[in-house]
């Protein structure tokens, strides 16, 4: 049973760094695309973007000079980290396994998401 | 930020059927690239519904059906339940410089 599990601190002061992490059980991470997506309160889902245990990464435009992703396979999880955050970054986080073809991705596994609040 | 639209709430009483649709552009859903459905009930995360357009994980109820044609998808609940009410979200790749992936911006689905 494929189960995903987000971890990291609930409350970020604005210009520093949100840290998390998602632990994978029930499947090896060396297969599929881990993918961190967000929804703010009350509003729609936000693709962030994903880590292949190859090492390969993507990432969303508006965000790619902020994000950084990476995959520790000795302890099957990956983590994401977002850089200068502000009051717009508050959302709840979730991580999720991506089954790629090349007419795109979809999520299968979903972690059950963390609260990050972006707040001094 | 979205460039899937969806209408904000769609409604039915039970036993009938309603319809989600999912308008996108030529840079994604007309583009061919799949479209996949989530489901997503308050304070949890969103499940997987329809992938590749037309279908269902196991476990998910076959009144849940999917479609495609040119840039528009929809899902289909064809007898509708009052566990179903839900939000319901369309998500596709996209081949612009907006996102690599991108969801729709979500319908509320409410059980008459």
């Known amino acids: 049973q494929v189960q995903l599990q987000e971890s990291g601190p609930g409350l970020v002061k604005p210009s520093e760094t949100l840290s ?3 632990a994978v059980s029930g499947v090896g991470i060396s297969t ?15 693709w962030i973007g994903y880590i292949h245990y190859s090492g390969t990464t993507n990432s969303h435009p508006s965000l790619k000079s902020r994000v950084t992703t990476s995959v520790d396979s000795s302890r099957n999880q990956f983590s994401l980290k977002m850089t200068s955050v502000t009051t717009a970054d508050t959302a709840i986080y979730y991580c999720a396994r991506g089954s790629h073809s090349d007419r795109g991705s979809y999520y299968d596994y979903w972690g059950q998401g963390t609260l990050v609040t972006v707040s001094s | ?17 309603v319809t ?25 995360a969103p499940k997987l519904l329809i992938y590749g357009n037309i279908n269902r994980p196991s476990g998910v109820p076959d009144r849940f059906s999917g479609s495609k044609s040119g840039t528009s998808a929809s899902l289909a609940i064809t007898g509708l339940q009052t566990e179903d009410e839900a939000d319901y979200y369309c998500q596709a790749h996209d081949n612009s410089l907006s996102a690599l992936y991108v969801f729709g911006t979500g319908t509320k689905v409410t059980v008459l």
């Not at chain 1, 881990?34 to 936000?46: F, V």
């Not at chain 2, 930020?1 to 059927?17: C, E």
């Open chain 2, 20 to 44: 989600i649709s999912c308008t996108g552009s030529r840079s994604n859903i007309g583009a061919g690239y799949d479209v996949h459905w989530y489901q997503q009930f308050p304070g949890r």
């Open chain 2, 1 to 17: 930020q979205f460039v899937l639209t969806q209408p904000p709430s769609v409604s039915g009483a039970p036993g009938q059927r």
């Open chain 1, 20 to 22: 998390l992490t998602c």
């Open chain 1, 32 to 46: 599929h695309y881990w993918t961190w997506i967000r929804q703010s309160p009350g509003k729609g889902l936000e």
